[in-house]
């Protein structure tokens, strides 16, 4: 079943009875499926709750003023060059300095396609961090890159970083979708985070793009059981880039 409606889409999202589709159990140490058997994202009940426990604790020792700053300093440092400084910020702030496994590893860590590349990576960064910080590199890099593009479509020089950082989260979201499967019936129901985020009972104009829309209810970073526990971090790492590339002295963008 497809889900295209907000009201329906958050009525899943705070429904028990819908849990993420199962992952497989018997990868073989260190591998990618051994640790997507490990995180929060894919299990259940009681063992969710106290794997996202552990994550929500290591996320209040970081600040997210301060992981801007560091984003904005990078991005000047690397003369613009962004893309593996939210990463890296957000790594040197878990006591990682070698990102450099980050991107293979979390290629596989959503779809759960294993490679020997992602492999590698996944091996690699054991040998760096535990099972939780992994978790965080892993579910931040690609959702934070992705939301610094699809800004920047949108952004030119002098704009609000945040206007157009909460309104490219709705209108243009990085996470297009999610899954649930409904434990009741098997079904496996597709959440279409882009429609549920246009839903004209929720949101006025929506197709338009308007950064003065101010942060509104979307379903960008999840809702209800469940959600992105990250929401602050993932805007400082965006919005720290954001403020040195919409500097004014920097060249104007295409919008
Ligand atoms: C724009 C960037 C981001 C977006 C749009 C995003 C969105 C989401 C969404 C929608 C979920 C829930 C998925 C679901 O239930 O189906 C999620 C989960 C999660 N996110 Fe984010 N996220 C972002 C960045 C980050 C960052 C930077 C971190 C780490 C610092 C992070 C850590 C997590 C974790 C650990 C979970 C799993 C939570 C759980 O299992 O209970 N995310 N994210």
Same mark, same amino acid.
């Given at each position: 079943m497809l889900i295209t409606?907000?009201?329906?889409?958050?009525?899943?999202?705070?429904?028990?009875? $819908?849990?993420?589709?199962?992952?497989?159990?018997?990868?073989a140490e260190g591998t990618l499926a051994w640790l997507r058997a490990r995180v929060s994202r894919f299990s259940t009940g009681e063992i969710h709750a106290g794997r996202r426990r552990v994550l929500v604790e290591l996320l209040a020792g970081l600040e997210p003023a301060e992981l801007r700053r560091a984003a904005a300093a990078m991005t *000047?440092?690397?003369?613009?060059?962004? %893309?593996?400084?939210?990463t890296a910020v957000l790594a040197s702030a878990l006591g990682v *300095?070698?990102?450099?496994?980050?991107?293979?590893?979390?290629?596989? $860590?959503?779809?759960? *396609?294993q490679t020997p590349q992602a492999d590698a990576a996944v091996a690699r960064l054991l040998t760096l961090a535990g099972v939780p910080v992994i978790?965080?590199?892993?579910?931040?890099?690609?959702a934070t890159v992705g939301l610094i593009e699809n800004a920047l479509r949108h952004a030119g020089p002098g704009d609000d970083p945040e206007a157009v950082l909460d309104e490219t989260l709705r209108r243009d979201p990085p996470l297009r979708? &999610?899954? %649930?499967?409904? &434990?009741?019936?098997? *079904?496996? /129901? &597709?959440i279409d985070v882009v429609a549920a985020n246009r839903d004209?009972? /929720?949101?006025a104009d929506a197709e338009r793009f308007d950064p003065a829309r101010g942060p509104s209810p979307h379903l960008t970073f999840g809702s209800g059981i469940r959600p992105c526990p990250a929401p602050g971090h993932a805007l400082?790492?965006?919005?720290?880039?954001?403020?040195?590339?919409?500097?004014?002295?920097?060249?104007?963008r295409p919008r």
């Open positions: 409606r907000h009201a329906e889409a958050r009525a899943v999202l705070d429904d028990a009875a $819908y849990v993420p589709p199962p992952v497989r159990q018997d990868g *000047e440092e690397r003369d613009g060059d962004w %893309r593996g400084v939210p *300095e070698d990102t450099a496994a980050v991107p293979a590893a979390a290629s596989g $860590y959503l779809s759960g *396609e978790t965080l590199l892993l579910q931040g890099h690609a979708a &999610t899954r %649930r499967l409904d &434990t009741r019936t098997g *079904e496996t /129901v &597709t004209s009972d /929720v949101f400082a790492l965006a919005a720290g880039v954001l403020d040195a590339l919409l500097a004014t002295s920097r060249p104007p």
